[in-house]
């Protein structure tokens, strides 16, 4: 079956630092891939998406590229934020007949980041 | 309007009692699912609705029922529920169609006494 894995963390960075956050997947089929952003007390939030091979998603500074040929999804940044502490999920869905079948996640990066 | 309103935002209930979670959107879409979510862990998937029929319920406890009264709305009726189901209930939306995310709820924080 389709699975993603991703570091689990907490990962500490200082204000300002790069971020790196990565993400491999398996699947059967040709997923979408994305990530997921949840603050403390909130439901998940979409960071990002990219929907097929060589694909960039990008939002808030935050940048990942699917790449088919290693299957990956690596969420980085430039600068990182104390607003950007959340858990991060990487994801990813296959609609093969064009139902909905929910997405598959990673168990989630901690991300803390200190003034 | 990209929002997946979820009722209510905290919920405490005895094993003996029932409840129902409630979940709105007005998208449009036709896909609605219900995932839990235990501390730092990642959503499980428990049930997905296609155009209001049940296409998916992932092993679920009977303990918990879900219902799709009409293409907005998402119920999830829970009763003689355990300790253990405490957690998280996020409720999310979608299309059916490939290539699209989900948009998801706040979530109901349960609490099982």
């Known amino acids: 079956g389709d699975s ?27 997923p979408s891939l994305f990530w997921y952003v949840q603050y403390p007390g909130e439901g998940l939030q979409l960071l990002l998406k990219a929907t097929k091979a060589d694909d960039k998603g990008s939002n808030k500074g935050f940048e990942a590229t699917y790449r088919k040929e290693t299957t990956s999804f690596h969420l980085e940044k430039g600068s990182v934020q104390v607003s950007d502490s959340a858990v991060y999920f990487c994801a990813l869905s296959e609609l093969p007949g064009g139902g909905a079948d929910g997405l598959t996640f990673g168990k989630g990066t901690h991300l803390i980041i200190q003034p | 309007d990209t929002e997946v309103t ?30 839990k979510q235990k501390a730092k862990k990642p959503p499980e998937l428990m049930f997905v609705y296609s155009y209001e029929k049940l296409s998916i319920n992932e092993s679920v406890p009977s303990r918990f029922s879900p219902e799709c009264p009409n293409s907005s709305l998402l119920n999830l ?3 003689a529920l355990q300790p253990e189901d405490s957690a998280l209930y996020l409720c999310a939306s979608s299309q059916v169609r490939r290539n699209t995310e989900a948009f998801f709820g706040q979530g109901t924080r349960l609490t099982v006494v």
Do not use: D
Request: one cysteine or more; hydrophobic letters at 30%.
């Open chain 1, 4 to 30: 993603v894995t991703q570091m689990e963390g907490p990962v500490t960075l200082s204000e300002e630092a790069f971020l790196t956050i990565n993400c491999t997947y398996t699947a059967t089929g040709y």
């Open chain 2, 6 to 35: 979820q009722t209510p935002k905290h919920l405490v209930m005895g094993m003996t009692n029932k409840k129902s979670l409630k979940c709105e959107q007005h998208m449009g879409h036709r896909a609605m699912y219900w995932y």
């Open chain 2, 77 to 79: 009726h829970l009763h």
